[in-house]
Structure formats: C-alpha cells, structure tokens
C-alpha cells in the first residue's frame, strides 16, 4: 500500500478507504461475507472526476462554446483515458481480483482499470476532500489538448447529449438493468431513457461500454449516421 500511495502522490489518514477503492466485486464476492468492493466508490468518483475535469476545461479554454467543452471532457473522462491514467500509475498490480478474474487477464482489462481509477478518486475525496482530489486528477490532464484527437463520433453519449440539449425540458437517463454472467465474464444491459421513454438499449462488458451502445442505438433511432 505505501508504494501505491507514493505513485497516487497521496497518504491516507483511512487506508481501509484506498483498500476498499482496490477491491473488485469478484474478490469481495468469493469471500462469501458480502464484503465490501469499489463500485460505491466508483460511483462517487464519476461525478467527482467530471465535476474536476469541467471546471479545469472551462478555466482554461474560456473561448470554446458549450458543446466543445462537452466534447473534449468526453474525451478525458471516457473508459480509454481512465484506463491510460491506471497504468501510468501501475494500478492493476494492487487490485484485489477474484481467482476467475485473475486468470482471465483482469489486471489488464480496460474497463477493471478504469473503473478502479475512479474510485481512488472517490477514496481520495473522502480522505482528504476535493482539493486532494483535483491535485491528483490534474496530474493527468494535459496542458493543451489536441483537437484533432478529440472526435465525438466515437463518444455517441456526448453526440446524444448535444442534440438533446438543445431541448432544456429534456432528460437523458442512463439505467443499468441486468447484469449476466459471472464476476470475471460480466455482461451489462443499459437502457438509455428521455424523458420517461426507453429510446436505446446498449450491451457490452462494461457499464460505460454498454452505455455508449445504448446511446448509439438511440442516435440511429433518430436517424443520425454512427
């Protein structure tokens, strides 16, 4: 754990927070005592990374309209990023995996990496609130961007987003509803909602990749070429 916290450039007062951060479902689950895993954290640390990313975006490129700034913390917060930002930090060597996963590659997989990631941010904004967290994020964002890198065509939740909001009375939810297979082999259902109607159904081996199918769906639904 002190080697990790050297290379998160942060010591926590509450280690049992970053152990927990570490912890896949799949290892938490074969302890057979309901023990606790990372995605709370992961949860948490969703929101606290887009709120850290927006609010460094819209500092420090005060020119660019609205549906850029989405676009380009599309690109930061999106499941490759976050799992380039893992192994910068050589993260999948401390995670705490099930047997299944581990002999199926889960300390290499993307969206294991990326999903724990964000729950070091969440453990790091419990421990030692936001401006720990922003110290720790920024580490990783780039001083400049590179537009021509940043496609919205690949990121089908940002180009959903910007056609819908051009409407403010509408909504988009994103709502997990099934998750089959086992811990090291999971298939996840999502369902993409405006409003109150269903209008994309997405599936794929991570929440955010089942995400982006579901808003796919929904984008050739409403006609628009993915």
């Given at each position: 754990m002190e080697n990790l916290e050297v290379?998160?450039?942060?010591?926590?007062?509450?280690?049992?927070?970053?152990?927990?951060?570490?912890t896949h479902s799949s290892f938490a689950n074969e302890g057979k005592k309901g023990g606790k895993n990372n995605e709370r954290l992961e949860f948490l640390g969703d929101s606290v990374l887009s709120i850290i990313v927006a609010e460094h975006l819209f500092?420090?490129?005060k020119h660019l309209p609205e549906g850029e700034?989405?676009?380009?913390?599309?690109?930061?917060?999106?499941?490759?990023?976050?799992?380039q930002f893992a192994l910068q930090i050589n993260l999948g060597e401390y995670l705490l995996l099930g047997k299944g996963?581990?002999?199926?590659?889960?300390?290499?997989?993307p969206s294991i990496l990326a999903d724990a990631f964000e729950a070091i941010i969440a453990s790091i904004y419990l421990d030692g609130g936001l401006e720990q967290a922003r110290k720790f994020v920024?580490?990783?964002i780039p001083e400049t961007i590179d537009t021509n890198k940043v496609s919205v065509l690949s990121d089908y939740?940002?180009?959903?987003?910007?056609?819908?909001?051009?409407?403010k009375e509408e909504k988009i939810e994103y709502v997990l509803i099934k998750e089959l297979g086992p811990d090291h082999n999971k298939l996840f259902v999502v369902e993409v909602h405006l409003?109150?109607?269903?209008?994309?159904?997405?599936?794929?081996?991570?929440k955010k990749q089942a995400e982006q199918f579901?808003?796919?769906e929904a984008l050739e639904l409403m006609g628009y070429e993915t």
């Open positions: 290379l998160l450039g942060y010591q926590y007062k509450n280690n049992s927070l970053l152990k927990v951060a570490l500092n420090h490129y700034l989405t676009k380009y913390r599309a690109a930061l917060v999106c499941e490759k990023s976050l799992y996963e581990e002999n199926t590659g889960g300390r290499t997989r920024l580490r990783f939740k940002t180009a959903l987003q910007e056609i819908i909001q051009k409407n409003n109150s109607n269903v209008i994309g159904v997405g599936k794929g081996r991570s579901a808003a796919k």
